[in-house]
């Protein structure tokens, strides 16, 4: 089944690609790969939230930061159909990074980032299974709870 076609199944719309908010563009193909900056969990333009992820007030809960890691997996996906002009070119996702902006308490960083990895899957089924790290770190641009990579392979 093309890939395209299975997005459509789940009912996903990949959004425009997100403007790069520096000196940079979203993602670069070398050879029979394609590498993204990191993708913010822009929705419409905008951040949904702002903030470190953790338990307790005022900050992005660890259930919400999973859903905005799906959204820059997303954002990360429109970013390499702009440059192979669709997702029936890649072969498998090959490496997921993502970066949590943590509290310093907070060590679920993997859970977080198994949002992004979910949806990988339900799209690109075995060809989705990829290397990963999930990282925590002090603070993201524009104060992003979750920022993620992605290196793909094409056919």
């Known amino acids: 089944m093309s890939h395209e076609t299975r997005l459509a199944e789940l009912g996903i719309t990949l959004p425009e690609v997100a403007a790069p908010v520096a000196a940079y563009v979203p993602a670069v193909r070398t050879g029979n790969y394609i590498y993204t900056s990191g993708q913010l969990p822009f929705t419409a333009g905008t ?22 890691a799906r959204t820059c997996a997303l954002n990360a996906l429109a970013a390499v159909r702009s440059v192979t002009g669709s997702l029936d070119a890649i ?6 990074v993502g970066f949590v902006a943590s509290d310093p308490a907070f060590t679920g960083q993997p859970a977080v980032i198994n949002g992004a990895s979910s949806v990988l899957g339900e799209i690109f089924g075995d060809a989705g299974v990829h290397a990963r790290s999930a990282v925590g770190v002090t603070v993201l641009p524009l104060d992003s709870p979750v920022e993620l990579e992605l290196v793909v392979e094409l056919v």
């Open 91 to 96: 072969a498998r996702v090959i490496k997921v």
């Open 47 to 68: 951040l949904p939230a702002t903030g470190k992820v953790g338990e307790g007030d005022g900050l992005v809960s660890p259930d919400d930061a999973q859903v905005y």
